[in-house]
Structures are given as C-alpha cells and as structure tokens.
C-alpha cells in the first residue's frame, strides 16, 4: 500500500506577536531560545544578533525575577527593530505581570504558574488584562512532567493531563474574550507529545477553539541524534497539517537551531522539495505477524537532509500504521548506514530501543554548568575504562537525563532511568528514576558520581 506524503495545514486564528504574526494565514515561524545569563546584557545582545542574522523570528529569554525583567528591558531597547521577544517565565505570576509590560509575549506554564486552583482565575485573569492593555501575547506551555500536583493526582503524567492543563487555561481566557494566545505542548518521548498535540487539537475542535500551535521536542539532546527526534517528534505532526511556529530544541549553541528548523519548514511547505517531487515514495509492507513494515524511498544526496526528512516522515509511518520494521532505500548511501539511520528513527520514535538515550535540556539562562562539556564527559565516561564493569549489552536501552537546571529537570525527565540535575551554583543533584540519590554535591565530582551509581546498578 503506497502512503499519500500531502498535507493540509490546519486553519487556525491569527496571533499578533510585536511585528510578526502566528498562525494559518501566515508562513511557519521559526524560534529559539537564548541560553545566555539574562543579567548579562552585552552577552545577551550579542547572542541575540547571533541568532537574527541565522534566521530567528521570535527569540525567548529566561525571565526568573523582577532583576530579569529589568535586564530583559535593556535587551530589548536594543534588538527592539530585529524579532520580538519573549519571556519565559516560571512560579511567579508577579514577574510574568511585569515581563508582559516590557517585551511582545510571555511564556507561561500552567503547572508553575499556580498551584492553587481557587486562585487561579484572579490571578490568570489580571496578566490577561495586563496582555490586553501592553497589546502583549501568552504562550502557554505545558511539558510533560511539570503539571501541576492537583492534575497529576487526577490524571497522573498523561497527554489527558497536559491537555486539560492547558484548557483550564483557555477557557479563562475565552470567557475573558482574550484570543492572543499561542499553545505548546511538549515532551521528550516524541510519542507522548505527538499523542497530546493530537488530543489537543480535538479537544479544541469539540470547543471551537482555533489557536496556534508551538511545536518544539524538549530535551532532544545534541548532534545527530537530537536532529532525528526533533525532526520524528515535529515533523509527524507538520505532516498532519498541525504547527504554526517551531523550535528545535538542541543542546546546543541556539543559532545552531535554527538552520535545522528551517529544513523541516521547507520540507513540509516548499513545493519544489522532494516531498513533492515524485521522488519520496513510502509503502506499508504486511509482516505475518500482523505488524507492518515501512519502505521510504528517496534520492536526496545529501546526508543531512535525508536524514531529517527520512526522520520527519516515518515517525508518523511507524505509530499510525503500527509498523515496527523500516526499510529505507537510497542509492546515494551505503547500505550499512541507511540500517543504522532506521535504527536511530525506530528508537526517536521508541518503536524499539537499542541503546543509550541521552535526554538533555537545550539549555537556558538558568543552567547551572557547561552542558555540552558534561553530556560529552557522560558519553565518555560510559565507554571507557571508567566503567569497566559495564557491558555495552548492559547499556542498551539506558536513558540518561542531563538538565540544566531545578526548574524542570526533576519533573521534564519523565521515564529517565537516571538524571544529572544542576541544583545550584557548581552544585548537581543525582536522581534514580524521580528519587534523588545524592544531592547538592560539588559539580567535579558529580560525573564519576553518576558512572559509578550506574555502574553499580547495571554490572554484570
């Protein structure tokens, strides 16, 4: 059975954003996040004219308290003309009050925002005049992991959850009569997100609710591997027509971001691409088993972009069609590489899982150590001599959470086997699944700490 690669976008309302605007009627725009101090205002400015001139339409800072705020104001008289921005803000309704007075958007996330639910009207509904009065718009952002306790006791760490979490909030909103509002829905298990934005969608259906949509895979990680889950993750659901504005969230510097966010958006809208060509072809072969297997056929010569766009593609092959083998065909490539490439795919989309999985944070103002020194020292670690009593068949299928930052870390690690946490300056906590195993210890030795606890867990 040959698979139809055509898409329809889904109609949405249009959002304002500064001098920009997100939804149906307009182009797929392309954000990031900068990971600099806030505080540093040259440092800031700096990576913000980075990530400009690579492409950014929207830019996000960091935004932990009124001293932020003020910072935040300062960087913005300064790109003021280029993108606008957006404060991500967490636990503190008085700092998202005050963000929303000086820069075009403000994140906020439900699960932080208020733990009490007889008070979360009032006080959603007084950033929502502020919003109204500053002409400023909300994004509202769930994670997996970071609900608050009160849905977690009635829906656990679900996609119903994280659904519901965001509704409470819009309904507010509606019956506030304000619209200037985009979603995200995010995780780093590529199938729980893509299952929740899918929910979302037909949840706002039944209410008749049109907003945009934020695409993003949190904690993809680094390299090549975290391209692949991004592209599984965000590209199955620009396949289904659904996304207004994307992020590829990389541990990473953030203008390395954005080149790679812009190959998905072409791949999804560009008519000239492959996708449209004749030359992408997938087919659903029947196993006797009852599964399915998925062929993907391409002549793209350039490693990269296949690799995107083989990704982007079959993540939604494999969970619709229920297949659990792939196959993917292209001349230009060695045989022994395209099998390892549909290996990294069927793990992206934890169709099977063959070996380590790093989860980690693309990093923000808030890390609390150099992530990419650490991930890289991790992955060393783990295959020398360091971990001696450690097998290679012992490893497979480990996942390791490596997170900037207490603010989401304990919680976005969902189903981590084990997690590198920063806890606070030059100080990181280790966990065990959710249970915190040794904390605050000092940064230079948390590495071999964690090696050894897995070592010690895993040796055969």
């Not at 929502?128 to 970071?146: K, M, P, Y």
């Not at 045989?335 to 290996?343: D, R």
Request: glycine share 8%.
């Amino acid at each position: 059975m040959q698979i139809k690669l055509q898409n329809k976008r889904r109609k949405t309302a249009n959002v304002q954003v500064g001098n920009i605007f997100i939804g149906s009627d307009y182009p797929i725009r392309i954000q990031t996040m900068a990971n600099t101090d806030t505080n540093d205002i040259d440092g800031s400015v700096n990576q913000a004219r980075r990530c400009i001139e690579a492409g950014t339409e929207l830019l996000r800072f960091t935004t932990q308290g009124l001293r932020e705020v003020e910072s935040l104001r300062e960087i913005h008289a300064q790109v003021l003309t280029a993108v606008p921005l957006v404060a991500d803000v967490h636990f503190n309704s008085e700092v998202a009050d005050a963000a929303a007075e000086v820069v075009e958007a403000v994140r906020i996330n439900p699960g932080n925002y208020s733990k009490d639910a007889s008070k979360l009207e009032e006080r959603f509904v007084h950033l929502l005049d502020i919003c109204r009065e500053h002409e400023t718009a909300i994004r509202i952002g769930v994670n997996h992991g970071s609900l608050a306790p009160r849905m977690m006791e009635k829906y656990g760490d679900t996609p119903e959850g994280m659904v519901e979490s965001v509704m409470e909030f819009l309904r507010i909103a509606v019956n506030h009569d304000f619209h200037n509002i985009v979603i995200s829905v995010k995780a780093s298990n590529t199938r729980v997100m893509v299952e929740t934005v899918r929910l979302l969608v037909k949840t706002m259906n039944k209410e008749h609710m049109a907003f945009p949509l934020h695409l993003g895979v949190t904690e993809a990680g680094e390299g090549e591997d975290g391209r692949i889950k991004s592209a599984v993750g965000i590209g199955a659901l620009l396949a289904d027509g659904l996304g207004d504005t994307i992020r590829v969230s990389l541990s990473e510097a953030p203008e390395n971001e954005i080149p790679v966010a812009q190959d998905l958006v072409d791949y999804f809208t560009d008519e000239d691409s492959t996708r449209y060509d004749g030359s992408v072809v997938a087919e659903v072969l029947d196993n006797i088993g009852g599964n399915a297997e998925i062929r993907y056929t391409s002549y793209e010569d350039d490693w990269n972009l296949f690799c995107l766009q083989a990704a982007a593609e079959c993540g939604r092959l494999l969970w619709d069609y229920k297949a659990t083998e792939l196959t993917l065909v292209n001349p230009n490539f060695t045989e022994n590489k395209l099998n390892f490439l549909s290996k990294d795919i069927l793990q992206a989309a934890r169709v099977r899982i063959y070996k380590t999985e790093y989860i980690s944070c693309p990093s923000c103002g808030r890390t609390l150590f150099n992530l990419e020194e650490t991930i890289r020292k991790v992955k060393e670690g783990l295959t020398s001599h360091s971990a001696s009593g450690l097998t290679s068949h012992s490893l497979d299928g480990l996942k390791i959470a490596i997170m900037g930052c207490i603010v989401n870390g304990p919680g976005e690690m969902a189903d981590a086997d084990y997690g590198y946490v920063g806890a606070g300056k030059d100080r990181v906590s280790l966990y065990k699944g959710k249970e915190c195993i040794l904390k605050n210890i000092p940064q230079e030795e948390a590495v071999d700490q964690l090696l050894r606890l897995i070592e010690n867990d895993r040796k055969i």
